[in-house]
Structures are given as C-alpha cells and as structure tokens.
C-alpha cells in the first residue's frame, strides 16, 4: 500500500470537506495513479486506477502545480487519446510532498461552467489553499507513517521479548502492569489478559517496585519467593528502571528467571567437565570388574552410595561413573572435599546462606552445593573428616530431603542422589565416637570398595599404556611404549598412591623421555630408588606369590625408613600410603615394628 494509501480515510474527509467549500469536485491520486479519495462523479472511481492520467503524471514527475483552463487543449494534454474531448472541463492539480518526495496528487475538478469558473476566477488563492491543504494531507501521511513505524518497532519488541526465557514483565510510572510476555504466563499460570492493568504490587509482593519507581535504583539477581495462587514461585529478580532523558523515572521493568535452573546454569558453564562413564574405568583383573559390574548395576537407582577406598584409585571416577549411567546424567554432578575447608566454610558451601547471614556476607544469598545438585548428583569426598555438628545437619537432609540455608528459616526441597567416599575405617571411627553411626548407615546403603592397585597388577600395563597416550597428545610426543626393565619397575612397584601415583609417573616420563620408548632414567626417582632398596616391588619370590601382609609390613617399614620414625615421619608415611595417620599407628602395634638399630 502507498503512503497516501494508508491515510485515504483522512484524504476523504478532507477531500469532501474541500468540496462543501467550494463547490467543486476534488480527487486524491497516489502515486500508483490509484484513486484514494474523491468527491462527486469520481468517488464511485475510488481504489481504481487512472487508465490515462497525464497531468497527474506531469506533477508527480515534476513536483509543480498545474492549472488547466481547459481541460484536453493544455499542452500536456496533446498526447492523451482524448486531446480536445476530456470530460474535464477545467482543474487545479497540486502536488503532495513528504519529506521532498511527491508522494500524489490532490486535484479540483470543474465538470461543468459554474465549476469552471470558480477555478479560473480565484486561481492564485485555490492554488494557494490547495497547497496548504496538499500539505495537511502530506503530515497525516508523515504521521500515519510514525504511527505505523512504531507499531511495527513495538509488535517486533513484543514477539523478540516473548520468545526469550526468562519472564518479562513491565510496569507503569503508576506501578500498573502493561506487559506480561507469555514466558511469565507459563511460570505465573495464567494469561496476560488477566495480570495487565492490575497493580504491580499484588502480583509481585516480594518485590521493592516503589522503592525503585521513587530514587530510580534497580537492582540485579535478587532472589525472592512468590505464592501467587497456590504456586509457589523460586525465582532470580531483575528490575531495571525506565528513565527519560531528563532522568524521570516512568517506569520499570521486571525479568524473572528460574533460580534453580540460572543457578545450575551457572554452576554447569563454570564447572563443566568431560563427561566419564564405566568405558573410563581401565582394567581387567578380576576385584576391578567386580566392583565395576557392582556400581552399574546401582547406577540406575538414586540410593545412597559409600564408595570406599585407599587415596589414589578413583572414588570419584566412579562416582561419576555412577552418575553419568543414572537416571539424571544430564544433570549436575557437584563435587565437594569434605577434609579441604574449615567447619564454617563447609557448612556454607555445603548449605548455602540466606542474606545478611553473617558480617562480610554479599548481599543477597547464596545456594549450597546441595541446591546445586538438586535433581543431580552430590559426591562428598573424604566424608571422614566432616565433624559431629555438619554431620548432624547432612543427616537432616538425607532424612528429610530438605536443606536450609545458614541464618535462614526457609526449608527448601532438594532432589540430590549423594554418593561419598573415604579412605578411612568409618566403623573405627564410630567406635571412637569420631563418626555417627546412623549417618553411615544412611550413606552405606551400597557400599562400594576399590581396591589398591597392588592387587591389579594384570591391569598396570593397561594403565600405563593409556595414560602414555594420553600424555603423548597433551606434550605432542610420539613414545610407543616402555622398554622391557622399566615395564618390569613399574609392575613391580608397590604403588602405594595407586592410580593417581601412577598418572603422575607416567606424566613425568613422557616429559622427560626423549626415544620413542620410555627408559628406567626416565620414570620417577621414587621408583627407581625404591627398586634399588630391594623393597616390596617384587611381589613374588621364586615364582611364588608373596603374602598380601607381608607386603604392606614391607611398604610400611620403607617409607618409615623414608620419612622417619618420628610422630611427624609416621605422619608424612601414612599419607604416602594412602592411609590414615590412626591406621598407621595400629599396623605398626599389630606388625611389631620397630626401626633398624644401628
């Protein structure tokens, strides 16, 4: 449609306005010659084209005003089919223009004497005020244009703010709602028809709107709680004040946002990580596919998990093993050390904290690694060393599936499959009144033990040939493999970090080893001296299996020998061995150990 086309009501009434005046008839052509208004014998032509229309033509083409005292004599007339027989007798054609863009035409038509005198007697002051009226027609085209502009700008803001996420709802300088996009209708449970035109306040209670129309501060990512018609509402609110130029505040606007799905958003682009099932878990011998074949067929269910272990042989592979197989894989997996933070500090991490819970805290609020994981998975590794207070409040929540937040009052429900894991005897430790014992018989529902890579040894090779690879694409190396004596160190190393120790070796030799085949210089002076010592790497003795104790009497004695037979060497030992400093002390009273004299 034209320009003209899309004022021709406004046309008709001033063309029809025009004609009461004078006494003469008036048409309004676009400049597809189409008839947009006229008055008379030319108004049942409305929305029909000029079959000839060459005055029309000579003013769109130009830009002037025409007047024609007879009409078919004119010099524009010569080369119209009807030279000298135009039903016309006189006319006054002016032409519209917008924005210096002839945009039509609006003409006085004389069809008989009487008309045409009018025109010939007052030609200067018709053309004068048909110019003026060209000129209303043009800025109720300019402004129709406006109008159009804008409702075209506010229906494409509309469908963009209806097709993001998060909900959008905005409010008048009156704190009267005037928008309500369809993310809100689904989060709110209704339609925009009902909310629009209601008070702000009656739909967001929990919200300062006010406090921010009033000085003009909004504020970002705040977390509120709305019952709105029996649904309870966890949301993330945003409002950001409309400001005019001169900074009058004439409105705001409100996003909301899910605050569990934002937060476990948030938390998976900050702590995403590769993905790891059971094909991960390298290794053939007969106790690892036992405990292999074990976790998968937990994995589907959500009970609770203990998985129990010396330091070093994947806890928490398998426990993402577990979870990545479970029903909720695609959900967060949340790791936390339970032995890595002091008291307070766990509890917050682990519970989260409401706002203004304690001095120094950030406005606003915090969630636990417990919401976090809600729908998910939380590992709490090395679960040990959590003391007797956050013990009774993990128990809390793995009883009532709810968690609250320090210094807040609110339960909030959480769906969260745990699995933790230890190195240490849990049921020593209950016996010394360090470890509650309904707490593990909560976490113990499947127990879960890996078992040291000493009793492995068909699955060092593996191992070893895994991680070369994948050391030799991390340092761009090209090594094939090990050569024959450091194959056989490795197999004969007690490996008392397990599979961690042997990553670390193995990362250290693609560093270091120069040929296409890792050498004894190479490996890690631990195994190589350790080797020469003459201490347990052999684990047989004539073609016959050692002891299992009589091995790690000799483990314990050799990193005694290392780090000393002093309270802080014991110390420094059992956390080589990957065992607790209690443990030590009581395998050393059992064995009977004493150091070398001399």
């Known amino acids: ?72 004599f004119h010099e524009i007339c010569l080369s119209c089919p009807l030279t000298g027989q135009c039903f016309y007798k006189a006319s006054i054609v002016y032409p519209i223009t917008a924005a210096s ?41 300019l402004e129709q244009e406006i109008l159009t502009e804008r409702m075209v700008m506010a229906n494409r803001l509309e469908a963009v703010v209806d097709s993001v996420d998060e909900s959008v709802i905005a409010v008048n300088s009156e704190g009267i709602i005037t928008h309500f996009n369809r993310s809100a209708e689904r989060v709110f449970g209704t339609r925009k028809k009902s909310i629009i035109g209601r008070e ?36 993330l609110s945003t409002v950001k004040p409309i400001k005019l130029e001169g900074g009058q505040v004439v409105g705001v606007v409100v996003s909301l946002r899910d605050f569990k799905e934002t937060q476990k958003l948030a938390y998976g682009i900050v702590n995403s990580q590769e993905i790891i099932d059971f094909e991960d878990i390298v290794g053939i011998s007969r106790p690892l596919l036992e405990v292999k074949t074990k976790a998968q067929k937990v994995a589907p269910s959500n009970s609770t998990v203990l998985i129990i272990g010396e330091s070093g042989t994947g806890k928490e592979i398998f426990a993402r093993a577990i979870h990545a197989a479970g029903p909720h894989g695609h959900k967060p997996f949340v790791s936390i050390n339970c032995g890595a933070m002091p008291e307070n500090l766990l509890e917050i991490e682990l519970f989260g904290y409401a706002e203004a819970a304690f001095t120094g805290a950030k406005r606003g609020s915090k969630p636990g690694k417990f919401e976090l994981a809600d729908g998910g998975t939380i590992f709490l590794d090395e679960i040990s060393n959590m003391s007797l207070y956050l013990q009774t409040k993990l ?149 016959k299996l050692l002891p299992l104790a009589q091995l790690e009497k000799a483990a314990i004695i050799a990193a005694l020998d290392r780090y000393g037979w002093t309270d802080e060497g014991k110390t420094r030992a059992a956390r080589v061995l990957g065992i607790s400093r209690a443990t030590i002390y009581r395998k050393i009273q059992r064995y009977g150990l004493q150091p070398a004299r001399g």
């Open 395 to 543: 128990l809390r929540v793995l009883q009532e599936r709810r968690v609250e937040r320090v210094g807040g009052t609110r339960l909030i429900p959480v769906d969260t499959r745990v699995i933790a894991a230890t190195n240490s005897d849990l049921q020593e430790l209950i016996r010394k009144n360090i470890f509650r014992d309904d707490l593990y018989y909560l976490l113990s529902v499947i127990p879960l033990v890996i078992p040291p890579l000493r009793v492995r040894q068909e699955d060092i090779p593996l191992l070893l040939e895994h991680y070369m690879k994948r050391f030799n694409k991390l340092l761009k190396k090209e090594i094939t493999g090990f050569a024959s004596e450091a194959l056989n160190i490795c197999l004969n190393y007690y490996w008392p970090g397990n599979v961690r120790e042997l990553v670390y070796a193995v990362e250290y030799a693609v560093n270091l080893e120069e040929s296409n085949l890792i050498t004894v210089e190479s490996l890690p002076l631990t195994l190589r001296e350790t080797t020469k010592k003459g201490l347990p790497n052999d684990i047989t003795s004539d073609g």
């Open 200 to 235: 702000a306040k009656t739909v967001l209670p929990a919200l300062p709107l006010a406090e921010v129309l009033k000085d003009g501060k909004g504020f970002r990512s705040r977390e509120m709680f709305i019952n709105y018609e029996g649904r309870k509402l966890h949301l």
């Open 101 to 141: 863009e002839t945009i039509g035409t609006i003409s006085l038509i004389a069809f008989n004497e009487e008309q045409t005198v009018t025109l010939g007697t007052n030609t200067d002051s018709l053309i004068e005020f048909i110019g003026r009226m060209a000129d209303l027609i043009s800025s109720k085209a």
């Open 1 to 72: 449609m034209t320009r003209l086309g899309q004022v021709s009501d406004s046309g008709q009434k001033v063309a029809e306005a025009i004609a009461t005046v004078l006494k003469v008839e008036v048409e309004i052509i676009d400049t597809d010659l189409v008839r947009v208004a006229g008055t008379g014998i030319v108004r049942n032509d409305v929305g029909s084209r000029l079959l000839r229309g060459f005055v029309n033509k000579h003013v769109l083409q130009t830009g002037k005003h025409v007047f024609i005292s007879e009409a078919g």
